[in-house]
């Protein structure tokens, strides 16, 4: 999956390994421990609203809820802001600007993304299948 984030100096895409983002689906699926079962619950949370916001129905009442379930993570979650913080002094690899369509419904939906992939790193490190949140980006544009 990709991400897409307006730091200063414009937009970035970012990649994640996608082998590294199954395991980490099985992860939560399968293991029965309290914070495994509240991530997939919350990472459920994250593409329903993503879908909801896209279906363009009621979108007012999704957005908020997009807003709402956004704020939450990131108090619960600290691995979605230090992947912030890693993204965000990650160079450029590529000198093209990304043109993506600003509007509140892509922001929020662009950083629910980066919240999923928080998520999913913080499951991987503390099961030691990664010993760094960067080794889960494959690459930054």
Same mark, same amino acid.
């Given at each position: ?13 970012m ?22 079962i ?8 994250? /593409?329903? +609203?993503? =879908?909801? $916001?896209?279906?363009?129905i009621?979108?007012? *009442? ?6 709402? @379930? ?27 600007? /990304?043109? +993506?369509? =600003?509007? $509140? ?6 950083? *629910? ?6 998520? @999913? ?21």
């Open positions: 999956m990709v991400c897409i984030l307006k730091p200063e100096g414009g937009d970035k895409l990649y994640f390994d996608k082998n590294l983002e199954n395991i980490g689906l099985k992860i939560v699926k399968e293991n029965g421990n309290w914070d495994d509240k991530a997939e619950k919350d990472l459920q949370e994250i /593409i329903r +609203v993503i =879908n909801e $916001i896209k279906s363009n009621n979108i007012s *009442l999704y957005i908020k809820e997009g807003i709402d @379930l956004k704020e939450r993570l990131r108090r619960e979650y600290p691995e979605i802001q230090q992947m912030y913080e890693i993204i965000s002094n990650i160079p450029f690899n590529s000198t093209g600007n /990304i043109q +993506v369509k =600003n509007s $509140i419904e892509n922001q929020i939906m662009e950083e *629910l993304k980066m919240d999923y992939f928080g998520i @999913l790193a913080g499951v991987l490190k503390k099961h030691s299948v990664i010993k760094n949140i960067e080794s889960f980006i494959t690459s930054v544009w």
